[in-house]
Structures are given as structure tokens and as C-alpha cells.
């Protein structure tokens, strides 16, 4: 509790110093801000097994987790960036769900009991992305990297539990700007590295939700393809051979 | 170089060093889990793949390597003998498998005895008479027998100086039996408690485990009035708690209920003359938490103030004893609700006050069989498990010994 005061202590001064700083000329100039969305398709990393079984005849139970196509989860965030010549810093907070599902067998002489249990993870996340842009008029196509801190969402999924409520990850960009004028369009593709175990080892175990299973420890990795729109607060760029007077 | 340029290089420079900032105070934010180890909590359900087999956890131990064994009556539906035989299975700190062993004695008992290395269980043979069982920890292998000529064994107890102590039934003279035996399982007293009524078949039937489970029990105390063991056996029509000297084992008082439909379920020595018990009647679960018992005298259960627990099953298995942690003693009584949760009462040692109740929910019926304080002042619960709602399998929860100290 308390180190979570002196940090959102700490990101209230910046913001107040932010907002400082803005008052700056030529800060808004360099300014955009739109919102966006997409889907993402997530990535499990078992990094080690648990099972809440074990058998007595000395066979063993494994896990799998669903492909990652078949993760089809989405985001909606805020899209904020800063802009200095070929370098774009990016803050995209938003919420960003994740979907996956874990797969266990249980084993009878007679029947094979199977589990699949499905897992929704909803965070609050701040990405932070630095791009280095190319400006090719119209198209400016980018690179970069990413990190973020996410905070797991409440919910009614007894399994959310099992999970720790921080998440940090690095990833890697990549995309263009479209700019229309009045507004400019971000097309982008990502992948997070999940840079630690997200299961809480102190509530690993679920039994009392309809479903029996113990949570391995794993990484949450993700591609994600995101659209946004976004609007600056500079003079518009002319490219149009019809002349615009300000 | 031009002013606007210069505002740009300072403006790029101020939100640098914001973000580098913001990044550091994120960072800062993740959670350490690495003092976390899987030994110090963990759950596992015991599965084995003949769903014509159900299984009765009985006792655990914890070894001195931290891993557990525990001693399970396996009833299997196709079995020429209707009596269960015995398991044993050994597990890491971490609650895997190391080795499981079956043997053919029948009806396994009680506690686990654990001493100088070796360990033992008390079952019977097809005869109905009472064994030691001495079995090498290391591989499960059998090291050794010990006829206890005591018939039909319903509990057994390893008393704090080493003394086996062990009831039964006499299906003969139609007594419970209590024998007394040395550290190398030599005969030291004996005493039979006349219940004046044919009870063998509800005993045969409470030990081929398709009757009524009895709530048998043996455990020890020590006040100003002298120390010895008390029994929860069948005694003069009824079962009930008897007091016995401890060197004569001779009955010095009792507590008592309406025949053999109500009963005391768990009792526990509190201190001096402060027990602590629970008991079931009138188709209800009651706890007294700390009660002022004479162990030399006779008395009704009714009599002594009790509180109900009505969430508990009908005449519910409750398991008493005691923690010692680092902060103070306790006392805990582990049992199972109607709606499938495993509960466990603690409280203060030295008076009646309920500290805490801890709740673990589960899918499918479970029923506490036994508990043990571990070495890191947590517990071990042994229970069982309907797996699939079908099965009957051994559970093994480890609980973390920071869940019973209270918050500052």
C-alpha cells in the first residue's frame, strides 16, 4: 500500500510537471493526441508445470495452452505522442484484454476426463513506445520499442486470482503513419515479451470455481495490431497540389 | 543554432528525463514472488485410474527431508475381502509422488508412527488381529511385523514418550480394548471397558468402511489430577470419552452422550483442567471451545455450554490439535461444511476466543481426515476427496504457517 502511494505520488508530480511544461511554446505544436484500437492474439509461455494431480499409478498429467491464433483478444486505449524530429514518443493507455485457455486431462481406466479452462485477463495498461519515423510525405513508416506496466483488472473469473496484479513487458513496433491532413491514421503491429511470471505463486491452486487446476507459471507474450486516429495540434502539412492559406 | 531549436532540444531533454523516471518508478513496482517456494503451500489430489477403487486417508507424517507420507485404506469393489487393505505413499515437500506401496494388511488405523527413523502403522489380518508394521521410509519396503494381541484395532497413538497406546474391539467378551505397548511394541498394560452390548457388526461394518464412521480416537493429558490418555471408544452402551490413568489404564471418569448415535467428535487438552471439544447430537455439530472437564468424574455432554455449528455435515469428522508458532499457541479444529469447503476454527489456547476461520472451497465433498503442524509452523491437512464428484481420492493441503498469525 505504501509503495503504491509514493508511486502515484511520484506520477502525480510529473504529471503537474508535465502540464507545466506544456504551458511552453512549441511543446503543442510537437503534440498529438487520438485514440485507438485493435486485437491482439496472445502468447502463453509455460515456464514451469503445475498440476494439482497426481497419480498414484505413476503415470503423469501434462498441460498445453490454445495456439495463438486462437487468443483473439482486443484493445482500446488513448494515444498521446510527443514528436522531435524522426523520434516519436508514444503513451497508449487503455484497456487491453487478453484471451487464452489451458487444457489438461485427467485419467481413468475408462474415461479420460478433459478440462479446458478458459482465462480472460483484462488490464490496464500504459505502454510507452519510442519510434524513429521516416517521413515519406503522405506515409511515414516507423520502428521501434516498447515497454509497459499493466494492472490486472478486477473480475467475477474466480481464476484472476491465480494472477498477480502487475504485469511488465518489452516489445518491439512497427507500422506507419497515414497522414490525411486533418487527421493522421497510425496502422501499427507489435509483439510483447512478457518479462516475468504473471501467476501468483501464493494462490496458485483453484478448487472451489467449477474448475480444479493448479496455475503454472507462465509469461504472457502477445501480437497486436492496432488503429488510430490522430489529431495534431501543429499547422496541417500541405501535400495537395490545391493550395491551402492559413 | 535557432531559439526554436533550443526550446525543442530543452522541451526533448525535460520529457527524457520524465519518462526516464516514470520508467523507474514502474520498474519499481513488480512484485517479487522469489521467497515464495512451492513447499511452502500447495494442494494435490491424489489420483489412481480404477474408478473401482475409493480410497480412505487415514495419517500423515512429515519426514525429515520435509516430505510427507501418508496412509491410506483402499477399498476396491472387486476384492475377494470386503475389509480395505493399506497404501502408503511417500511425496516430496512439494506434495509429488516419490513412491506409493501396497500391502495386504487390512483395516489400517490411526496415526502414523514415526520414531528414530522408522516408521510404522497398526492394521489387522484376515483373522482380525492387531499388527505393528514396520516399513523402511526410504523405499516402503516391509521391515518388520509385531502381533499386538488385540483384535479388531480401531485407533492407535504414539504418546509423547514413545508408548504405543491401541484400541480395539473385543468381538469376544464385547469390550474395547486398550493396550499399552513399549517403543519395541512389547505388551507393558491392558484393559477392557465392558460396553455390555454386541457391537461387532457396526465395528466390522465401521472398519470395511460401509457403515458409520465412528469417531475413534486416543490422545493424552497431563494436570494436577495425574496424566493418562483419554479414549473415545464404546463403553457401557454408549460412545463416549474415558479418561484412563495413565499406568493402570484403568477408567477414572468419562464423558458421556445418548448411546452411540451422538458422540464427542475430537477433544483436545487445552491446559490444567481446559479441554477443548467438539461433539455432534440431535442431528447437529456443536464446539466447546474450552470447557473445565474433571477427568475423574462422570459427566453428560449436554451439560457443558456449547455452541452449534450448523454449516458442518451431518455428524461431521472433526480434527483437533495444536499449533506452536513463533507468536503464540493455538488451537485448531478442522472440519467440512454441507457446501463442500474445508473449515478450520483457531483459536487461542489458553481460553475460548475464535481467532480466525479459514475457508478453502472446493468443486466436490471433502472430509478432513488429519492434521499435522509441519516444521515451518504450518499445517498439513489430510483429507479426502470426491474427484469428479465419483471418486474417492487422498488430498494433501499444505497451508503456509502466515496464514494463522494473526495481523498486527
Redesign the interface.
Known amino acids: 500500500m505504501r509503495?503504491?502511494a509514493i508511486?502515484l505520488s511520484?506520477?502525480l508530480a510529473?504529471v503537474m510537471?508535465?502540464a507545466a511544461?506544456a504551458q511552453?511554446?512549441?511543446?503543442l505544436n510537437?503534440l498529438r493526441i487520438g485514440f485507438g484500437g485493435g486485437v491482439n492474439f496472445a502468447q502463453i509461455v509455460d515456464l514451469e508445470p503445475?498440476s494439482?494431480?497426481?497419480?498414484?499409478?505413476g503415470?503423469s498429467y501434462t498441460n498445453d495452452y490454445s495456439d495463438i491464433f486462437q487468443n483473439l483478444g482486443s484493445q482500446y486505449f488513448v494515444q498521446i505522442e510527443?514528436f522531435?524530429k524522426f523520434f516519436v514518443?508514444v503513451l497508449k493507455p487503455g484497456t487491453y484484454t487478453y484471451r487464452f485457455s489451458k487444457h489438461s486431462e485427467?485419467?481413468?481406466?475408462?474415461?479420460t476426463?478433459e478440462e479446458e479452462i478458459p482465462y480472460l485477463l483484462r488490464y490496464f495498461s500504459?505502454p510507452?513506445e519510442v519510434r524513429y519515423n521516416l517521413d515519406l510525405q503522405r506515409f511515414r513508416p516507423y520502428a521501434g520499442g516498447s515497454?509497459a506496466?499493466s494492472h490486472l483488472l478486477p473480475s467475477l473469473d474466480a481464476s484472476n486470482e491465480t494472477f498477480?496484479?502487475?504485469k511488465?513487458t518489452a516489445g518491439a513496433v512497427a507500422g506507419t503513419y497515414i497522414d490525411l491532413r486533418y487527421i493522421i491514421l497510425d496502422l501499427n503491429a507489435g509483439y510483447r515479451f512478457g518479462l516475468?511470471?504473471i501467476t501468483?505463486?501464493?494462490d496458485?491452486?483453484e478448487?472451489?470455481?467449477?474448475?480444479?487446476y493448479?496455475q503454472d507459471d507462465i509469461m504472457l507474450n502477445g501480437l497486436q495490431i492496432n488503429l488510430s486516429i490522430l489529431f495534431s495540434l501543429q499547422k496541417q502539412k500541405q501535400y495537395s497540389n490545391v493550395e491551402c492559406f492559413y | 543554432m535557432s531559439n526554436v531549436s533550443i526550446d525543442a532540444m530543452k522541451t526533448m531533454k525535460i520529457n527524457i528525463h520524465f519518462l526516464s523516471v516514470l520508467l523507474f518508478a514502474l520498474v519499481g513496482c513488480e512484485i517479487n514472488q522469489d521467497e515464495i517456494k512451492p513447499e511452502d503451500g500447495f494442494m494435490k489430489i491424489y489420483n489412481h485410474p480404477d474408478e473401482q477403487l475409493a480410497f480412505f486417508p487415514e495419517s500423515l507424517v512429515q519426514m525429515p527431508d520435509g516430505g510427507y507420507i501418508f496412509i491410506a485404506a483402499v477399498k476396491d469393489e472387486n476384492a475377494d475381502i470386503e475389509y480395505p487393505y493399506t497404501s502408503l505413499t511417500r511425496i516430496s515437500p512439494s506434495g509429488e509422488i516419490a513412491w506409493t506401496s501396497e500391502y495386504d494388511w487390512l483395516a489400517p488405523t490411526s496415526k502414523l508412527i514415526l520414531e528414530n527413523g522408522s516408521l510404522g502403522f497398526v492394521a489387522m489380518d484376515p483373522q482380525f488381529d492387531a499388527y505393528v508394521v514396520s516399513v523402511d521410509p526410504g523405499s516402503g519396503s516391509v521391515n518388520g511385523q509385531y502381533a499386538l494381541d488385540i483384535s479388531m484395532p480401531l485407533y492407535a497413538y504414539s504418546d509423547a514418550a514413545g508408548n504405543l497406546v491401541v484400541l480395539g474391539y473385543d468381538y469376544v467378551t464385547h469390550s474395547s480394548w486398550i493396550s499399552k505397548y513399549n517403543s519395541s511394541y512389547q505388551l507393558q498394560r491392558s484393559n477392557q471397558l465392558p460396553i455390555n452390548t454386541d457391537l461387532e457388526y457396526l465395528v466390522q461394518r465401521h472398519l470395511n468402511k460401509t457403515g458409520q464412521d465412528y469417531p475413534f480416537f486416543v490422545g493424552e493429558y497431563s494436570n494436577s489430577s495425574g496424566s493418562g490418555y483419554f479414549v473415545n471408544c464404546f463403553y457401557n452402551y454408549t460412545l463416549r470419552t474415558v479418561f484412563l490413568d495413565g499406568s493402570s489404564l484403568s477408567a477414572t471418569g468419562d464423558i458421556y452422550s445418548f448411546q452411540i448415535e451422538e458422540g464427542i467428535s475430537s477433544v483436545i487438552q487445552k491446559s490444567g483442567s481446559i479441554f477443548g471439544l467438539t461433539s455432534y447430537y440431535e442431528g447437529n455439530n456443536y464446539i466447546i471451545a474450552a470447557a473445565e472437564i474433571d477427568v475423574l468424574s462422570s459427566g453428560n455432554i449436554k451439560d457443558l455450554p456449547a455452541d452449534p455449528l450448523y454449516q458442518l455435515t451431518y455428524k461431521a469428522p472433526v480434527m483437533a490439535g495444536s499449533l506452536e508458532t513463533e507468536t503464540d499457541p493455538f488451537t485448531l479444529f478442522l472440519s467440512q461444511t454441507n457446501d463442500n469447503s474445508l473449515l478450520i476454527y483457531q483459536y487461542a489456547m489458553e481460553n475460548d476466543s475464535l481467532l480466525n476461520t479459514h475457508i478453502r472451497k472446493f468443486d466436490e465433498g471433502v472430509e478432513v481426515c488429519d492434521f499435522i503442524q509441519t516444521a515451518d509452523q504450518g499445517i498439513a491437512v489430510l483429507a479426502s476427496i470426491f474427484t469428479l464428484g465419483k471418486y474417492r481420492r487422498p488430498l494433501v493441503l499444505k497451508l503456509t504457517p502466515d496464514l494463522f498469525v494473526p495481523e498486527e
Open positions: 509503495k503504491k508511486i511520484i506520477l510529473l510537471d508535465q511544461h511552453e511554446p512549441g511543446f510537437q503445475y494439482i494431480y497426481e497419480d498414484l499409478s503415470a510527443w522531435y514518443v485427467i485419467l481413468f481406466n475408462n474415461e476426463v500504459v510507452l515497454v506496466y498477480i496484479r502487475s511488465f516475468h511470471n501468483s505463486k501464493a496458485r491452486f478448487t472451489g470455481s467449477g474448475e480444479t493448479a
